[in-house]
Structures are given as structure tokens and as C-alpha cells.
Nanobody
Framework: QVMLVESGGGLVQAGGSLRLSCVASGSIWNFNVAWYRQAPGKQRQLVAGMTGGISTKYADSVKGRFTISRDNAKKTVYLEMNNLKFEDTGVYYC????????????WGQGTQVTVSA
């Protein structure tokens, strides 16, 4: 069992930046990791993902503005968010899936990001 704890959310003006962190309670070197966002009244959607610590993918809406990274030694996943827009508002969730056993999937409790127009 791995627990994920997100932090770094908050209220920011449009055009501003935030960095989210997701700290795992155990090793995540063999996990694919991702950040999802759930806006009010909408389904949870993938924002950024990283597989194998090298390959990344981003939602079209955040390409060029968001960057996902990880530090396996610190058991932490980051999401750097720049040039934030009002539509980036939502609860951001950290996700980790074991690359060798997809049944091992974990979610954090989420952190709220609110971007004021």
C-alpha cells in the first residue's frame, strides 16, 4: 500500500505559477505517475503523465505551460504550472500505477487550485 499526499495548491491570479508536489509513503521507482484534474461539474481528466521516468504526455490544453517531473530518491512527483488560466481551476490529484502490476494503483486526496480571472 502506498499513500500519496499532494500539496502546493492555492489561489493564484491568471498568468501566475504554482508547483504541486505529491509525496509517496513508499518507493515509486517502478510506478508510472500522473496528475489529473477535476473541474467543478466535470469528470476527472489527465493533465500530465510520466512513464518510466522519461516519457511524458500532456493534455493539449496544458502543453507548453505545465511540466511533470519526479524525484525517486525523494519519492516525490511534481507538477510545475506556469501561465495559469482560469480554466485550470480544479482539484488536482496525484496518481501512481505499478508498471508491473496495474492492479496496484493509488490516488492522493487532491489539492485545490483556483485561478482567478
Amino acid at each position: 500500500q502506498v499513500m500519496l499526499v499532494e500539496s502546493g495548491g492555492g489561489l493564484v491570479q491568471a498568468g501566475g505559477s504554482l508547483r504541486l508536489s505529491c509525496v509517496a509513503s513508499g518507493s515509486i521507482w517502478n510506478f508510472n505517475v500522473a496528475w489529473y484534474r477535476q473541474a467543478p461539474g466535470k469528470q476527472r481528466q489527465l493533465v500530465a503523465g510520466m512513464t518510466g521516468g522519461i516519457s511524458t504526455k500532456y493534455a493539449d490544453s496544458v502543453k507548453g505551460r505545465f511540466t511533470i517531473s519526479r524525484d525517486n530518491a525523494k519519492k516525490t512527483v511534481y507538477l510545475e504550472m506556469n501561465n495559469l488560466k482560469f480554466e485550470d481551476t480544479g482539484v488536482y490529484y496525484c496518481n501512481a500505477v505499478n508498471r508491473f502490476d496495474s492492479a496496484q494503483e493509488y490516488w492522493g486526496q487532491g489539492t485545490q487550485v483556483t485561478v482567478s480571472a
